[in-house]
């Protein structure tokens, strides 16, 4: 156990509202990711941080972002949420060379 | 452009038999590789890594092999119990800016331990 939780597990919304999921990990460990998982495409990278107030792209950064105010905490938004980012999300950690996850987030965006 | 390819999306293999499952990456700056197991409604957990230096790595029933010219490799689970029953994903990455080891992953496989 990485001491990782995300909040929420579960949230349904309609297309053009803003969302905010968060992560927060209790072991102050410096890099944390955020991934969405959707079938055919296994894991990919949206945003990464490696420090308080440090973050930059990854893989499928458009129509994200996120902060990161202090070292728990690891935030990400939608800020206008469309169809196409219903999806699982999940939240990183690195440690020991190796990240883990935390238990995820399941958005369905209407 | 898929980086990390699983072209299995499925297996199915016995009780106390061996699973073997392969992944292919195109990326030769990719130099440390993972896998994942995931089962549903949970979070990928950490199976076993390997770096580039080595061309293989075992922990108990799991052991990653590692063919650099080939840019191929694969888990030997041995031997298969129920329990394995989940996706695998393998995943790579390689040196990245501040040093936060930006994951590529493949799509997936399905194993399912049959008794």
């Known amino acids: 156990d990485a001491g990782i939780t995300q909040s929420p597990r579960h949230k349904v919304t309609e297309t053009g509202t803003p969302v905010t999921l968060r992560c927060h990990q209790t072991?102050?460990?410096?890099?944390m990711y955020w991934y969405r998982q959707d079938p055919g495409h296994g894991l990919r990278l949206i945003h990464y941080s490696y420090g308080v107030k440090d973050t930059d792209k990854g893989e499928v950064s458009d129509g994200y972002s996120v902060s990161r105010s202090k070292t728990e905490d690891f935030l990400l938004t939608l800020e206008s949420a469309t169809s196409s980012q219903t999806s699982v999300y999940f939240c990183a950690i690195r440690a020991s060379g190796e990240q883990f996850f935390g238990p995820g987030t399941r958005l369905t965006v209407l | 452009d898929q980086q990390v390819k699983q072209n299995s999306p499925s297996l199915s293999v016995q009780e106390g038999r061996i699973s073997i499952l392969n992944c292919d990456y195109t990326?030769?700056?990719?130099?440390?590789f993972l896998w994942y197991k995931k089962y549903p409604a949970e979070g990928p957990t950490f199976l076993i890594s390997?770096?580039?230096?080595?061309d293989k790595n075992e922990d108990g029933r799991f052991t990653v092999f590692l063919n650099k010219s080939a840019k191929h490799l694969s888990l030997h689970i041995v031997p298969s119990q129920p329990g394995d029953s989940a996706v695998y994903f393998c995943?790579?990455?390689?040196?990245?800016?501040?040093?936060?080891?930006?994951?590529?992953f493949g799509q997936g496989t399905r194993l399912t331990i049959n008794p």
């Open positions: 390997i770096s580039s230096i080595k």
């Open positions: 072991e102050n460990h410096r890099y």
């Open positions: 990326n030769s700056m990719f130099d440390y």
């Open positions: 995943a790579a990455s390689g040196l990245s800016i501040q040093g936060a080891q930006k994951l590529v």
